[in-house]
């Protein structure tokens, strides 16, 4: 009766022997031939485990060796070339190493090339950030680093976590605020995006669309994707825009014309500011100040309508924005909020400092080539963004904030049942 004989260690120990040796030429390579031996050394369990030892002969085996083959292995500096051990089941049919294919699923090589572009490194540069100039590990043909495979990474990756992302359950959210800001891409081409505002402060990216204008119809269609995915239409939040007509209309036709607004004062008073003369500017500029800190609402819409009454000679044409969307400019002070937490929230700076981080991401695009390129790049930086949010400055005087929705909520809601029962009657 013959015996079965046992597989020595297939780890190449006499290369990783060699290999530190040259550590001081290659550290680089001593780490690349070690990992890829122990790789090997695992594949070698794999199939000792399926098909038992080399020329074994106990039964049960679920499968039988079929040779070796050669592969590919992508990890941060390329792709290197391993062989590996074929297994075949009884029925014929080819049998994975589960070490082999997690090294595979985990795709190095696509992750590293998608954090270099997030970071501003070109394509053409991606072989030389990827490789030491002077390494011990060349970059052969096809070894993946080329700008062509970068760039197809980087689609791919970019794609699939866009897919992910705009598919995520947001009924877990447990949001307060929702900011709204248009992107600018090219002609006829913008891009409309939603960050929220959690219970605790945090800040999430919701979304983005496409659209060739920041019109009523892609802000809808943003608001639709929002509510398809978990978000509550009969949950009183506070809505932060820049002060487009088009996303007032859409915000309130999907979650109730009584649903609180506040328009970003830092683009009011911008808009404001450039129309005057030079020599009103530092006056307006100090009275718009005074009133976006009063407390009382009541007082901070008389001390505006009073210096657009004071403007109507000099500069009509500012004294008629005063007066436009003046019921969603102070919002935040009718909720009664604290005075710190009305300055978190009386403008879009949450989303601005976003789109700052998309521009500085895509800053390397130089021509963009349909819609779908252009939500990749923003969704992969609204991603990248998302990784350096700190929670509200504010976010100790949410509860407050809580607390003034639930009561404008439920004041409408009574006013809505009042008006429904005189018609009734």
Known sequence: MKRPTTLTAVVPAANIEEAWQEVGASFERFCLTAGLATLSSMMEEDAVRLCGPR????????????????????FHGGKVELERP??????GKEMSLPSWEEAVRNDLLGQWAMNLMLINVSTRKFGRAVRLPEGGVGAPSGSGVSKSAASRRFVALSAARMKEWMAADLSKLDLLVIQIDGIHIKDDLMLLAAVGVDGKGGKHPLGVIEGAAENAAVAQALLDNLIERGLDPKVCRLFVIDGAKALSKAIRKTFGRHTPIQRCQVHKARNIIERLPKSLQAGVRKALRQAWELDDATKAEKLLRNLARRLDHDAPGASGSFLEGLDEILTVSRLGLPAELRRSLCCTNIIENMNGTIRRVCRNVKRWKDASMALRWTGAAMMEAAKGFRRLKSCKQLPALRAALAAHQLKYTMNSNIEDQALAA
């Open 55 to 74: 020329y074994g002969r106990q039964d049960g085996k679920a499968g039988h060796r079929w040779g070796k083959t050669t592969g590919k292995l992508g």
């Open 86 to 91: 074929r297994i075949r089941a009884r029925n």
